[in-house]
């Protein structure tokens, strides 16, 4: 029988993120045997996203994402179409023979509880680290939303706004209480809205437009300093000034796809 560990980081496939931050493969910890009916789960490593999900040694996985695994190769070819696009995957797994719907993420769960948006969670931090995570990742945060841009193209520009983002975002997942740090998230989301306007990519300036107003008005509902309301009144009225200049039939948002979750026996 041949066996397939999949490491930390799934050398076959995944060396995942998604959006802008570091994160593990969705499929990381996870050792599989292959059987006439699908990839067998021999081992789940403690603290994974296949064992958060509640996989069990003995677990047949049926599908990923609605695509059937037969086999090792099927695996890499899903996973790779997944790869950088996913914080969560849909399996169908068979237990004693019974099918689930079972769902692994990776996603931080303090920003999704606070924030509404699925970014991936970070794991990976310097080693001898001295300062708090949250104060190590918002410093990185505020040194590259203040990096000298000006005369820069606008793909370096929307690169380095992605990058602090990355930061901040990490930085919101160990202070998901934060309003400075959210605010700061919503003016970059902002920004990227407008680089992309410059770039006439209606897409996703509509898209990054969207995720900013939703951390204005979150900051919003959280808040009742008059700097803070002040700040977010005038990027709001800003943003939808933006928004009425972008045709309605081009600004609607893709739908997102709702899958409903399926909580399995241990």
């Not at 900013?212 to 009144?233: A, H, Q, R, V």
Request: charged letters at 30%; one cysteine or more.
């Amino acid at each position: 029988m041949r066996l397939y560990v999949l490491f930390f980081i799934t050398i076959f496939s995944l060396g995942i993120f998604i959006s802008t931050v570091h994160a593990q493969s969705i499929f990381s910890g996870m050792i599989f045997s292959e059987k006439k009916e699908g990839l067998k789960i021999v081992e789940v490593q403690s603290g994974s996203p296949g064992f958060d999900a509640g996989l069990i040694k003995g677990d047949i996985v049926l599908e990923i994402e609605g695509k059937k695994i037969r086999s090792l190769p099927d695996y890499v070819k899903i996973s790779r179409k997944i790869k950088d696009k996913k914080v969560e995957a849909s399996l169908v797994i068979l237990r004693k023979d019974v099918e689930y719907d079972v769902t692994i993420m990776i996603y931080s769960i303090p920003i999704y509880k606070n924030w509404q948006e699925k970014v991936a969670k970070p794991i990976k931090l310097p080693r001898g680290l001295t300062k708090t995570p949250y104060i190590y990742w918002v410093g990185k945060g505020y040194r590259a939303l203040k990096k000298r841009m000006k005369n820069k193209p606008v793909d370096v520009k929307i690169e380095n706004y992605n990058k602090a983002l990355e930061y901040l975002l990490n930085a919101l997942h160990y202070r998901p209480e934060s309003i400075d740090t959210a605010l700061q998230i919503a003016s970059a989301y902002h920004k990227l809205g407008n680089l992309y306007t410059d770039k006439k990519t209606v897409k996703e300036s509509v898209v990054f437009y969207r995720k900013s107003i939703k951390y204005f008005n979150g900051c919003f509902k959280k808040t009742d300093g008059k700097e803070y309301l002040n700040k977010i009144l005038t990027n709001l009225q800003e943003i939808e000034t933006e928004l009425n200049k972008i045709k309605s039939d081009e600004a609607k948002p893709a739908l997102e796809t709702k899958r409903k979750s399926l909580s399995i026996p241990q």
